[in-house]
């Protein structure tokens, strides 16, 4: 029973040896705890004071190498629950709630966190005439932060109905990036001709018949006779 209590207090000693700093729960259970780096690490409870009109309130959840991680809760000053929020990597990214103080749901919001390790997404490119239409998949680059993506919804705190909703795409309303034609988020336009040329008569070539590219063959045999007197040659076509 001696060795296992040593044991025990050896264990204890040695967890709590790795932490520069912590606190105790009533329970005696360990949070905010900083790591020997600095780095805020597991479950931490966050109080912040009313200030210059702001109201104040507790918040939990956990921290990861000193970024927040997964649901967030936070409470009022008297205890009510005013916001369940999701996080990645320190960002804002998933569906986020927020609540009256009695208790009703304000609205949901949706985000999307970009990870700095990987900042790039992809997005599809379909026909102008034909959204249901893939032309292609393009990879582009995006800054490493949350982003409003999804659906937000507002609600009648009165009857819970849904009152609005807002659809947004990469902190764009869906609606003006259909109406900017926005590059890297819109469906591109493949009617338009790549150097802007006009017809004799002044009008855009939208109707302009896409070139076929030529067999190897082909360009081989032309660049063998370039400058040659040209040779007429049967293609098998008959008629004038």
């Given at each position: ?171 764009k309303r869906k609606e003006d990036v ?34 076929v590219a030529k067999p190897k063959e ?5 660049k063998k006779n370039s400058g040659k ?12």
């Open positions: 029973m001696r060795y296992l209590l040593i044991a025990t207090l050896l264990i204890s000693f040695t967890s709590k040896a790795q932490w520069k700093s912590y606190s105790f729960t009533p329970r005696r259970d360990t949070i905010n705890r900083i790591d020997m780096k600095g780095l805020k690490q597991g479950p931490w409870v966050i109080h912040v004071d009313a200030l210059r009109g702001e109201d104040g309130y507790d918040e939990q959840g956990i921290f990861v190498d000193d970024k927040k991680e997964g649901v967030w809760k936070r409470f009022s000053l008297e205890g009510d629950m005013i916001a369940v929020e999701s996080y990645y990597l320190g960002m804002k990214s998933g569906k986020c709630q927020y609540f009256l103080h009695t208790g009703e749901l304000l609205r949901e919001e949706t985000w999307r966190a970009i990870d700095p390790k990987n900042p790039y997404d992809t997005i599809n490119v379909t026909d102008v005439n034909d959204p249901s239409k893939i032309l292609e998949r393009k990879i582009i680059k995006i800054e490493p932060t949350s982003y409003k993506h999804g659906t937000w919804t507002y609600y009648n705190t009165n009857t819970g109905a849904i009152e609005s909703t807002e659809e947004w795409v990469m902190n259909a109406a900017t034609n926005d590059n890297d988020l819109a469906p591109i336009d493949v009617t338009k001709t790549g150097n802007g040329s006009k017809t004799n008569s002044g009008t855009a070539q939208t109707d302009e018949k896409k070139q082909v360009l081989d045999f032309e007197k040209k040779i007429k040659v049967r293609d098998g076509s008959t008629g004038g």
